[in-house]
């Protein structure tokens, strides 16, 4: 079996073969902003061609493409201005930030690489059980969870860091001016949902796909291009008709699956899926597949059950009968 190949590996030579550059690489990059060379675009271009064919060319999905600049009252309805964010923490020694959760998932990974596997499980578990910013933090200090850069335990309280690009419309930098870079495709969707259905006459089942940027303020950008602060994202909301969601769910969670396979080729033993624990708000069902990358399982596509919450919640807020 060949070695797997590394990141640093990958990175190399994605550089010196015109498919992916850093961003700004002139004036010393930019962290978490890549460009896309000649043959970069090349690639992109294929994949999204042939996720737009397995989505669109069906008589039951049409495509949008919605404005990254919206409405604020659209995050607000979402539910993204108050609840979009990450548990952020800083080791005051190394004056490095982290995303929480994710310094203890890397630490109980390494505790395992070490033959810990008991530890490893003690720390995973308590992951899963907590629900707030202070159970985040016992965990740390509980397990003396070193910062990977000082090594040093001296950790500020963990707090709430909003993901949202904030920016203003006008001349005038005031808070009535205030707009948003959407962190997410799916909106755009949900608030055109009675345009497409009007003009195209559809009627659930149906569904709606994009393409297009979305960008996330990420406490850490890593992996290469797999987090990122502006990235593109292939999305179709598939609405149905009530009662028949998990019939839906289970078609498209193996629809999904099978294009992974079958169309593009992927070997299934690098691939998997992954239930989620726990749920988004919006959601009443939601899995995961994952892709096995060099730096370990990665996300490369969410199937989740929205329920009605956000037609709902855009139902309530704009007044307007979706």
């Known amino acids: ?72 009252r659209v995050w607000e309805a979402s539910g993204h201005l108050q609840q979009f964010s990450d548990p952020m923490i800083d080791n ?13 998932e890397e630490y109980a990974a390494r505790l395992r690489t070490k033959g810990k596997t008991d530890q490893a499980n003690i720390v995973e578990t308590a992951l899963q059980a907590a629900t707030t910013n202070e159970d985040l933090h016992a965990i740390i200090v509980t397990h ?25 419309v006008g001349p005038v930098e005031d808070v009535s001016n205030t707009v948003y870079l959407r962190p997410e495709t799916a909106q755009g969707i949900f608030v055109n949902f009675k345009n497409v259905m009007d003009s195209s ?16 303020n990420e406490i850490n950008t890593k992996n290469f291009l797999f987090r990122t602060r502006e990235f593109e994202q292939m999305e179709m909301q598939f609405f149905v008709k009530p009662g028949t969601e998990n019939e839906w769910f289970e078609y498209w969670r193996q629809a999904r699956w099978d294009w992974y396979v079958d169309s593009i080729g992927i070997n299934p033993t690098h691939l998997h899926r992954k239930p989620h624990e726990k749920l988004a708000h919006y959601a009443a069902a939601a899995e995961d597949i994952e892709y096995l990358f ?26 307007k009968k979706l």
């Open 1 to 72: 079996m060949a070695s797997p190949t590394s990141l640093d590996a990958i990175l190399s030579l994605s550089k010196r073969k015109g498919f992916v550059y850093q961003s700004s690489e002139i004036y010393g990059g930019l962290n978490g902003c890549w460009d896309f060379g000649p043959l970069g675009v090349e690639l992109l271009r294929n994949i999204k061609d042939a996720w737009w064919k397995a989505m669109t060319y069906r008589t039951d999905i049409v495509g949008i493409d919605s404005s990254i600049l919206m409405h604020p």
């Open 92 to 104: 005051k020694t190394s004056k490095a930030r982290h995303r929480a959760d994710n310094l203890i």
């Open 144 to 168: 003396a969870i070193p910062d990977p850069v000082s090594g040093t335990t001296d950790w500020t309280e963990v707090r709430n860091f909003n993901l949202m690009f904030k920016t203003y």
């Open 201 to 216: 006459r559809m009627k659930p089942p149906f569904g709606i796909a994009q393409i297009g940027k979305s960008f996330r």
């Open 294 to 319: 060099p730096f370990g399982w990665g996300e490369v596509e969410g199937i989740h059950s929205r329920t009605d919450f956000d037609l709902g919640k855009h139902q309530e807020f704009s007044g």
